[in-house]
Structure formats: structure tokens, C-alpha cells
């Protein structure tokens, strides 16, 4: 009798393929930027999501975390739906980390419009207000049954941010499964978010690894060093583990 495991996507074992990637990856230390298999996955991320720059990490609750640091300042507020995995399953981070206050919205599976985000957006001339500063989406939405968004409606979130000063992020843990289902393209959702985060070890198969997309300042190259750089080694998100990401990109995908 052949079981299934459903408890988690996470529990997905490597294919052989990405065991001999492993194996075979060149490494170097990615501190330094010296590391070629990290460089070349950040590298492909970014050019497939439209975007300046990529950060490799171990988990997507690294990349969220580091996502919602970059694009609040503490006394902000993030506004998400209440089952979202920000906040339910990352440990209270944005408050531990960030120093921001929650705003949950009403919402179909997960899911919430462009109506409800500009109703949450607080009066920044009310000077007794959190600050609303970033919105956060989910997709696919895990507590929502694996609910996919529809791309339209993340774009009328982005106009209403941008009329609002707000920073939108993707939570796209699984975002390359919601892909296979609507036809969507990666540089569709980069051009809708300013940061997005990709798991690899969750429906791509991969064990370990998220990859954090958006502008130059979540990388090194940028001058100053960049933000989203400093949050990954203060947290020791230092990794050597890009190479099953690679396979999975390569053979696990058809975005």
C-alpha cells in the first residue's frame, strides 16, 4: 500500500537529480559574493520575476520576514488577511522583528480586493494611528484551501498602493503551483509586486530554499550594501544550498 504524506508540502524528498546536484554544485562563500551556483539562481529569479535583484535564503519565513523589514520601519502597520502565513505561522516576526502592529481585512479564502486594502489604509495625518505601510498576499492561500488569486485584482491592490504610498509583497510560497493552474507568467506577478518570495521546497520539490525578488536594495551589489543583505546575515541566512534549487527550477517547473 502506497501512502501519501499530505501533512505538509514541505516533507517532498529530493529526486536524484537534485542529490547529485549537491553533490557536483560548485561553492564558494556567498558573504562575498564568491559563491557561483547561489549568484547564478539569484540571477535566474530575478531575470525570470522582471526584477533588479535576488536573495537566496533557506526559508520563506526568512524571505517574508526580511521583505516586511526592508519595507516598514517599527510603529508601521501591515495589513494582510487574518489566516495569512505572516502572521499566523512565523512566530509574531513582523512585531519581533519589524516592530509593526497587524491590520487583518475580511476576505474570501484568503483573498481580499482593492476596496477593502484602500478602507484598512489608516489617516496619516492622524497622528494617534499606526502607519500603514505595506500589504501582504498570499498565494497560493494556505489556509484557504490552496486558493489562487486572480492577477487582476492584485493589480488594482498595486494602484491602490501606489495612490497611497504603500509597498505591496507577494507571499508566493506557492506561487509556481497557482502558475500551472491560471497561465500566469512569473514576470506578470513581478511587474504587479515590489518584492516577492518564492519557495523552492514547497511544490518545486527542492528541500531547502526561498528566493527573495524585488529591487537592488535586497542585494550587495547595491551601494550601500543593501538592506535586505544585512537582515539575511544578521538572522545567519548565510547558505550553500542553491543547487537543488537550480534542478527544481530546471525540471520541476513550466513557468
Known amino acids: ?137 498570499e498565494n497560493t492561500v494556505n489556509r484557504g484551501g490552496g486558493a489562487i488569486w486572480d492577477i487582476a485584482e492584485t493589480e488594482r491592490i498595486r494602484s491602490a498602493c501606489d495612490a497611497h504610498g504603500l509597498a505591496l509583497h507577494l507571499d508566493g510560497a506557492r506561487l509556481f503551483n497557482a502558475m500551472a493552474v491560471d497561465g500566469t507568467k512569473p514576470a506578470q506577478w513581478g511587474a504587479t509586486f515590489h518584492s516577492i518570495s518564492i519557495c523552492l521546497s514547497k511544490g518545486l520539490g527542492a528541500p531547502v530554499g526561498s528566493v527573495l525578488t524585488g529591487s537592488r536594495e535586497l542585494h550587495p551589489s547595491s551601494a550601500p550594501r543593501a538592506q535586505a543583505f544585512r537582515r539575511r546575515h544578521a538572522a545567519g541566512g548565510h547558505s550553500l544550498a542553491a543547487g537543488r534549487g537550480r534542478i527544481a527550477l530546471e525540471h520541476h517547473c513550466t513557468a
Open 1 to 137: 500500500m502506497r501512502i501519501v504524506d499530505l501533512r505538509s508540502d514541505t516533507v517532498t524528498q529530493p529526486t536524484p537529480a537534485m542529490r547529485e546536484a549537491m553533490l557536483r554544485a560548485q561553492l564558494g562563500d556567498d558573504v562575498f559574493g564568491e559563491d557561483p551556483t547561489v549568484n547564478a539562481l539569484e540571477e535566474r529569479m530575478a531575470a525570470q520575476f522582471g526584477h533588479e535583484a535576488a536573495l537566496f535564503c533557506p526559508s520563506g519565513t526568512m524571505t517574508n520576514q526580511i521583505a516586511i523589514n526592508v519595507h516598514t520601519r517599527p510603529g508601521d502597520e501591515v495589513i494582510c488577511e487574518e489566516g495569512a502565513h505572516v502572521y499566523r505561522y512565523e512566530g509574531g516576526g513582523m512585531m519581533a522583528n519589524s516592530g509593526c502592529s497587524v491590520k487583518h481585512l475580511p476576505a474570501d479564502r484568503g483573498r481580499f480586493t482593492a476596496a477593502d486594502v484602500v478602507a484598512a489604509i489608516n489617516d496619516r495625518g492622524a497622528a494617534y494611528l499606526a502607519n500603514s505601510k505595506l500589504v501582504v498576499i
